[in-house]
């Protein structure tokens, strides 16, 4: 597609229900990343992907929060056990490399809500 | 390790009116500076980037933003406000290092909010 794409767009789940939300970068782009925008914390990085690997995983709240990449394409944001303070808009980007200064596309986010 | 500061987190302008909204960002090593604008039940869009070029840096919709080494500051402006401007502002600061690979920081935001 002509730029980042995530889904679901709103999840509303329950407290301790595991959420998957997926991200479909832009053709070509091998950088990918995920944060994590709420109100009480702003944005926040979660994990840096190139290609397939993740050389920074240093953003990932707890051992509840996972991510995978496969075919250095769609990449996966998965939430276990999920609790309130989950709750949050989850925000996938993608450049073209992961060098710095490179033009970092963001996708329209996926809003959770934990209940 | 790298902060960005911006100095209000809302501004509210006339329409017509000159928009300024202040970034000073905290780093041990050159930065490379961002401006992003968030549009309700939207993510982020790029307006302009200083990745150590030309230290005025022109953007879309009529914004521009002047790196300052001297005052650690990185402030946006526009010449005259539009309604369609109302949003959410955020600076963001990434490493400009060979080994870094552009993560961003980002400031608390700023909504800018345009009267008639």
């Known amino acids: 597609g002509a730029g980042v794409s995530q889904s679901p767009s709103n999840k509303v789940t329950e407290k301790g229900k595991d959420v998957e939300l997926r991200c479909d970068p832009i053709?070509?782009?091998?950088?990918l990343y995920w944060y994590r925008q709420s109100l009480g914390q702003g944005l926040e990085f979660l994990i840096y992907?190139?290609?397939?690997?993740?050389?920074?995983k240093s953003g990932l709240p707890s051992d509840r929060f996972s991510a995978e990449r496969t075919g250095g394409s769609v990449s996966t944001l998965t939430i276990q056990r999920t609790q309130q303070e989950d709750s949050a808009v989850y925000l996938c980007?993608?450049?073209?490399?992961?060098?710095?200064?490179?033009?970092?596309?963001f996708g329209e986010g996926s809003w959770l809500t934990v209940v | 390790a790298q902060s960005v500061t911006q100095l209000g987190s809302h501004v509210s302008v006339s329409e017509g009116a000159l928009v300024l909204l202040r970034c000073n960002y905290s780093?041990?090593?050159?930065?490379?500076l961002f401006w992003y604008v968030q549009y309700p039940n939207q993510g982020l869009q790029l307006l302009l980037k200083?990745?150590?070029?030309?230290?005025l840096v022109k953007g879309i919709n009529g914004f521009e933003a002047e790196f300052k080494k001297s005052e650690t500051s990185f402030h946006l402006t526009k010449p005259s406000a539009h309604m369609s401007d109302a949003a959410e502002y955020f600076c963001?600061?990434?490493?400009?290092?060979?080994?870094?690979?552009?993560?961003?920081?980002f400031g608390q935001g700023t909504i800018l909010t345009v009267h008639p």
């Open positions: 980007a993608s450049s073209l490399g992961g060098r710095a200064g490179n033009t970092i596309y």
């Open positions: 053709s070509g782009h091998t950088a």
């Open positions: 992907f190139q290609g397939n690997s993740a050389p920074d």
């Open positions: 780093s041990s090593v050159p930065p490379y």
């Open positions: 200083y990745t150590s070029a030309a230290t």
């Open positions: 963001a600061v990434s490493d400009a290092g060979g080994t870094s690979y552009g993560k961003l920081t």
